[in-house]
């Protein structure tokens, strides 16, 4: 079946422009996450979602970035005025049921340049 | 709280000898452990997990780690290296009693394999 789909692949913006990155789970999977993977700081924990509901959005690096998820499926992380260290790839993962024992499953990642 | 050490950034070894890649994790809870590997360029692949279960865990591509508890260690081996498996790999932990906080992820061991 289908894995975990990311859209763009790749995003170029210039400082100070809203970006939307866009991630499909795989079908039927409750849970998906957002990462970020950048050269400073490895792979960081974002955002975990249960359904449409985020229990926590503590991972969100600053109020620019926010996060949703409708229908139980699609999510889109949308990062406002970004900026030069905002640059990274973003990834997205889904698992069955969102407990700690499930396994995640990455997509490819956006890679985000800001100018 | 958990986190992860993954104890060498880089290890070398020549194609056919055995691989050691090694990882220290804390956690306040039982947890569930794995090993994600990233080629260059693609996206983050499960090699294998541990979730309580039998403490020797066999992945994919002859991979295997053994969890220790009195240890707090949960090492990777492969007996003979290919070299196609040249590649990051990533100690990952996650707590027990819910996937709110998402994984967290050692710095990441980049294995060279020579020829």
């Known amino acids: 079946g289908a894995g975990v789909s990311q859209s763009p692949s790749n995003k170029v913006t210039e400082k100070g422009k809203d970006v939307e990155l866009r991630c499909d789970p795989i079908s039927g999977h409750t849970a998906l996450y957002w990462y970020r993977q950048s050269l400073g700081q490895g792979l960081e924990f974002l955002i975990y979602?249960?359904?449409?509901?985020?229990?926590?959005k503590s991972g969100l690096p600053s109020d620019r970035f926010s996060a949703e998820r409708t229908g139980g499926s699609v999510s889109t992380l949308t990062i406002q005025r970004t900026q030069q260290e905002d640059s990274a790839v973003y990834l997205c993962a889904s698992s069955l049921f969102g407990t700690s024992t499930d396994t995640q499953y990455f997509g490819p990642g956006t890679r985000l340049t800001v100018l | 709280a958990q986190s992860v050490t993954q104890l060498d950034s880089h290890v070398s070894v020549s194609e056919g000898t055995p691989v050691l890649l090694r990882c220290n994790y804390s956690?306040?809870?039982?947890?569930?452990l794995f090993w994600y590997v990233q080629h260059p360029n693609k996206g983050l692949q499960l090699l294998l997990k541990y979730t309580s279960a039998a403490t020797l865990v066999k992945g994919i591509n002859g991979f295997e780690a053994e969890f220790k508890k009195s240890e707090t260690s949960f090492h990777l081996t492969k007996p003979s290296a290919h070299m196609s498996d040249a590649a990051e790999y990533f100690c990952?932990?996650?707590?027990?009693?819910?996937?709110?906080?998402?994984?967290?992820f050692g710095k990441g061991t980049h294995l060279i394999i020579q020829p």
């Open positions: 979602f249960q359904g449409n509901s985020a229990p926590d």
């Open positions: 956690s306040s809870y039982s947890p569930s």
């Open positions: 990952v932990v996650s707590a027990r009693g819910g996937g709110a906080d998402g994984l967290t």
